[in-house]
């Protein structure tokens, strides 16, 4: 039990003193989350908004199916994203396995359904005259995307924020595809999920504490942001 | 609105790129080790840094179980292996999947359980102690993980006679690491079986005084060798089998074996080295 409160203060301590394992591993998890968001929003919006504006046949199965990935858990995201990484996979040759950028793969394919299934609602429930008001001034496609977009900002913070919490948390791919590998693939979440396995909770208990501080770091500037585009 | 937007999403693009381009390390390899070598701090905290030192080459390691670490590098995704299962080894040298098995290091597999002894296998030799727990049915717990601690265990109930006593309620197959394994031992008041390292890991843990003590040690039948062993370029043209040769060589060289056998916890020696000159 008095892991418990030790890892509170360790928390702090960990922080203040600059341990340079911990701030490698906070370093590393904002690296890979960054590049994982990144993608997820640049591919998952355009294609939510195209998912939730257009009116098609098989509408109604393609977005059960996206819900459904929702449900993907991780560990099989990163076998999946190993076999094909791996050197006797199809993509072995880019070699990266064990780097971050793989975890990246593995991240965004767990962010994409959250991203894409909140796009489409977003966008399903904005108002209804926004399509044909853009129509009548002439929008181009791309301007009829960024305006939507705009429109539907509050709902695709919370989306975006909804896919952060999931990257960042994740064990799963980052274990299997980033491998754990001290200063180069350790995130948070591993180094906690290595350190309870070494017996030392009150570090897991202290790590844990450093990734809420980060998230809510994260979320304090996305409020900022919140703020600005009222 | 829309520019500044576009700016953003340019700005992360590039960031991302930039970021995510792998860094040209000066000279790396990817070696796979077993969780309980790489528990012990062997590898962070002498290891790693020493070759680093001697040689300039970084190891960039991934602690799995032996099992696995035989699969990666079969799938060659590592450039050597640092294992503890000779019979799994030799099949993958056999299969020409690994080559230049090299000893290094051993120490023994203990039997531990709680202070009490409620099956009374103290002293007891090893044959009799894995019946004596089975009869009694207490609590054991097993990796369950294909490992190479997992495997000796396995070993151990084939030689006692018995089959590995997969469905009984009182044998506890975790699949997990050893520390975890030992914990649920403890918790549930149970036996397990341990390398040495991993125990004084686990009692330096507990600050000298863990719940669980050693209760069987000593035989040959315990006796736990590690190796290592390069990933064969033949059969994996993308392996560093320079640096892998040089890390093997290195691991057997009269200083590093010293150093080796110099490295304790508790003031306990944790490997005893035994490279053949």
């Known amino acids: 039990m008095d892991f418990l409160l030790h890892g509170f203060f360790q928390a702090f301590h960990l922080l203040w003193t600059g341990d340079p394992e911990t701030y490698s591993a906070i370093w590393t998890t904002v690296l890979v989350s960054t590049m994982s968001m990144a993608a997820s929003l640049l591919i998952g919006i355009p294609l939510g908004f195209s998912l939730g504006i257009n009116d098609f046949k098989g509408k109604k199965i393609l977005r059960t199916l996206v819900d459904t990935l929702l449900s993907f858990p991780t560990v099989v995201i990163g076998l999946l994203v190993y076999a094909f990484l791996s050197r006797q996979g199809p993509l072995g040759d880019f070699g990266i396995l064990f780097t971050l950028p793989g975890v990246a793969v593995g991240q965004t394919i767990l962010g994409l359904p959250i991203i894409i299934a909140l796009t489409a609602t977003a966008v399903e429930t904005l108002d209804k005259r926004l399509k044909p008001t853009l129509t009548t001034l002439g929008a181009t496609p791309r301007q009829m995307l960024f305006t939507t977009i705009l429109e539907a900002r509050h709902s695709l913070m919370l989306a975006a924020m909804a896919a952060y919490g999931r990257i960042v948390s994740e064990v799963g791919i980052s274990m299997m595809v980033g491998g754990n590998i001290k200063w180069h693939t350790r995130t948070i979440t591993t180094a906690i999920a290595l350190e309870t396995g070494k017996g030392e909770f009150s570090v897991g208990i202290a790590l844990g504490i450093v990734l809420m501080v980060v998230a809510l770091g994260v979320n304090m500037c996305v409020s900022g942001l919140r703020k600005r585009a009222r | ?277």
């Not at chain 2, 999403?9 to 080790?33: D, E, V």
């Open chain 2, 1 to 277: 609105m829309e520019e500044a937007l576009k700016k953003l999403l340019y700005a992360i693009a590039a960031l991302t790129l930039m970021l995510g381009t792998p860094a040209y390390a000066a000279k790396t390899m990817i070696l796979a080790t077993t969780t309980s070598t790489a528990n012990t701090g062997l590898l962070d905290e002498l290891i790693v840094p020493q070759f680093a030192k001697d040689t300039g080459i970084e190891i960039k390691f991934i602690a799995v179980g032996t099992g696995k670490a035989l699969k990666m590098a079969e799938n060659c995704d590592v450039d050597a292996v640092l294992v503890h299962a000779p019979a799994a080894e030799q099949k993958y040298v056999d299969a020409g999947v690994l080559i230049d098995r090299t000893q290094l290091m051993y120490n023994d597999f203990v039997i531990i359980g709680p202070a009490s002894d409620p099956a009374r296998i103290k002293g007891k030799k090893v044959v009799e102690a894995m019946k004596t727990i089975a009869a009694a049915k207490s609590v054991f717990t097993s990796r369950g993980d294909n490992s190479g601690t997992n495997k000796k265990e396995i070993s151990l109930w084939n030689v006692s006679g018995m089959a590995v006593p997969d469905k009984e309620q009182w044998y506890v197959q975790t699949g997990q690491n050893m520390i975890s394994t030992i914990n649920i031992a403890a918790e549930k008041g149970g036996y397990t079986m341990t390398d040495r390292g991993t125990y004084i890991k686990y009692e330096a843990n507990h600050k000298g005084n863990a719940p669980l003590k050693i209760l069987v040690e000593g035989e040959k039948v315990l006796f736990n060798q590690y190796s290592a062993l390069a990933v064969n370029p033949e059969k994996c043209p993308s392996v560093k089998y320079d640096l892998a040769t040089r890390f093997i060589k290195w691991m057997a060289s009269p200083k590093t074996q010293e150093a080796i056998g110099k490295f304790k916890l508790l003031g306990k020696v944790l490997f005893t080295p035994n490279a053949t000159q």
